[in-house]
């Protein structure tokens, strides 16, 4: 199996910054795409940044020139970088990502979650 370690998230004031990590680990023959969701309160989950194996990153609308995406793959992590954070930024952060497995299975695995909260 693949398990997902995030971290990084936490109380900032708006205009803040932060930082979310997300280490992969397991039966990894290689990762393909990786990306964030975010889930606010009574809110469905939805898709806030991918990046693909190549780098070509794409970004929802409410984040874009504010969030960056990055990924190292000699270490299996995907980054989010944070800017001009806003109180509507406000969720639970979920690592995704989708692998090829060492069982030539290709399965997508969510992290545990992380809350980023953005007072006003």
């Known amino acids: 199996q693949v398990q997902l370690v995030e971290s990084g998230g936490g109380l900032v004031q708006a205009g803040g910054s932060l930082r979310l990590s997300c280490v992969a680990s397991?039966?990894?023959?290689?990762?393909?795409?990786m990306g964030w969701y975010r889930q606010a309160p009574g809110k469905q989950r939805e898709s806030v940044a991918r990046i693909t194996s190549g780098g070509s990153t794409n970004y929802a609308d409410s984040v874009k020139g504010r969030f960056t995406i990055s990924r190292d793959n000699a270490k299996n992590t995907v980054y989010l970088q944070m800017n001009s954070l806003k109180p509507e930024d406000t969720a639970v952060y979920y690592c995704n990502v989708l692998v090829s497995t060492i069982y030539y299975s290709i399965d997508t695995y969510w992290g545990q979650g992380t809350q980023v909260t953005v007072s006003s």
């Open positions: 397991g039966s990894i023959f290689s990762i393909n795409a």
